[in-house]
């Protein structure tokens, strides 16, 4: 009993130590975004000579947003004879390649490229894959399809490898149906958090800054050497931002290229959604941890940076864990140690990990922002960690088992809500 | 020759920092966790120990047996109320029957209230059907006496306390606003707060020793709720400042 009792308070007391690492990290972030210099991103560049675009659009049944991102695409300001747009029809039962064909009939530099022989594999992976091989772009700008680039975005993105270094480019995600309801009002605060301050103080402390898989741009012949994207990986954004580092690539991050997303609008499509990019994310760790820790083109602070980033959607799990053991401990009578220090693993639940920043980093990133009414909302975080900690920590549990087996992982698709097929 | 003016120039919000130098910065936070440090310390070594004595008169003129015990937490000597914990059974399996209840309904509610906070009361709930389980099969193992027990949630609720205050201090001072409303927010914080925990020391002493024992570990796990209070505030004085702060571009820095 005495052995498990000083088991419990061994973990405790490390799981308080690394949240409140978490905790200084993101302050960090936080008063470098207000009072640091800002490392500018490239977009000031003034070069006519503009590369090759090819910009991948992977689309399974996107009927419903199809028209309005290709409408937004053709209508683009980026040199036509420069961009080539390669709208992925990935198995769709649905009018999207339909959609996609009359775009195509319209415009000369769409290129649609169906994947419908059952020897085709589906999935995200898959479709960049297979469109890097008949993308005649140096640089690949990927979109997802429920996103609305605004105009310039290209250019914005494609500018950024001007600079050698840069393998990979990063823009701003913004929430488009922010105004629905509460959840995806709190979805945008968090969404601030995470780009505004988290991603623009790890690009100005020259960090890790994030690859997101959309609204983001790579160099394809980099890509291609590193072996194009592992179908086995659900989150291919995360790996390839640890792939590039790994060799010797940087992540740029385009604070200003901002463009707009659909978000979740109900509780049980975010389950599935934060379900999906915890495994992934985790899938990523169990496979490039040690990488990360032996690499001889990262400096300290990148590796610890790198390490705090690839333990995020660990977190919940052993939050769970951290709780009952404080529990336990308690009923045990054996919480003395840590009685001054136990609240914090519930304070930090308000919301130290991913995404979702603690309060102070989604009041300032918001304030930045210019929004007001809004950041009334922040108490209510403090009602998302039990959700976070169960759909984070079933994701986890999705990686573990992925560790030992060897099928495919299935890509569960979020649920659109546009009604985009009317722009087409 | 026509003079050049200044142009006037919206700053994109991506270029967005604050006016406010890191001296001024700095200064702030120091003063923040002076007062907080005095304010804990002010509350410890006199305030909790005026406040226990002027509880236990009112205790006893209401005939509830109790006395007081001096105790020492971080080296301060601290004034406890001592008194027996209510162990009766069929109170105990009152609560229980409540806590399963209360659960299946808010269980039933899920499709009524966001699923969100459904399963933050539920995941509460479950934790506290844990504990009346516990007190139900080995509530005679409860490992802590009346003042042992309070020694533990004394301790939480000044960690507790002095937490809250430094972290919204940090936060509070990492706005621009103006200083008289970060003042104001910082003393209702501390104010409040203080009152508040006197009153929840009364409430749970109360609960504990006229109730149920059962409800020692909720009074003790739920400590953690007094954070969303705090919270609650930053997030209103966040909203007056940026509101202000739209009337004045200057105060930002590109």
Redesign the interface.
Known sequence: MEVVIFLLKAYLLVFIAIVTLYMIRH?VF??N????E?K?YYQDIMDNEVPFVTVIIPMKNEEFVAGQILERLVSSDYPVERLEIIPVNDHSEDATGEIIEKYAAAYRHVKPFHRLDKEDKPGKAHSLNDAMEIAEGEIVVVFDADYQPPDGIIRELAIGFKDPEVGAVMG?VLVENCATN??TMMLELERSGGY?VDQ?ARYNLDLIPQYGGTVGAYRKEAVLKMGGFDPQVLAEDTELTYKMYLNGWHVAYA??A?CYEEMPE???DRAKQIRRWARGHNQVMFRYLVPLLASRYLNFKQKLDGLLLIFIYMMPTLLFFG?LSS?LL???????IV??????I??VS?GAFGNFAP??QI??AN???????A?????L???????YM?YVSLGFWDAVKDVFRKAEPYWDKTKRYQRGANHA | MQKCQAQSIIPHRSYRRLKISKAYFLTEVAFYVLLSVGTVYFYITYLFNQYVFYFKNILQDLHVDVSTTAIDIAGFPVMLLDSAFAHSQPLTLFFLLVGMIVLFFVLKMQRVIPYNIAMWINFFLLMFMVILLYFLFWGDHFPYSFVSYFELYLTALIGMMLFSFIITGLAIALTPAPYWMKLTTFFIMVFYYVGYSLVRYGLAVLLTSQVSIVMAPIMFFTLYFDFIFFVSIYSYFLYRSALLLKKKDTLWKW
């Open positions: 302050f936080t008063f975004r207000l009072f640091g800002q500018l701003r509460m959840l505004q623009q604070n200003r901002e109900n509780w049980l709780i529990l308690f009923l045990a009578g054996d919480v003395e009685a001054g220090l136990f609240f914090l519930f304070v308000l309060f102070f009041g300032a304030f930045i922002d210019g929004r007001t009414k950041l009334r909302l922040i108490p975080f403090a009602f998302n960690f039990v959700f169960l």
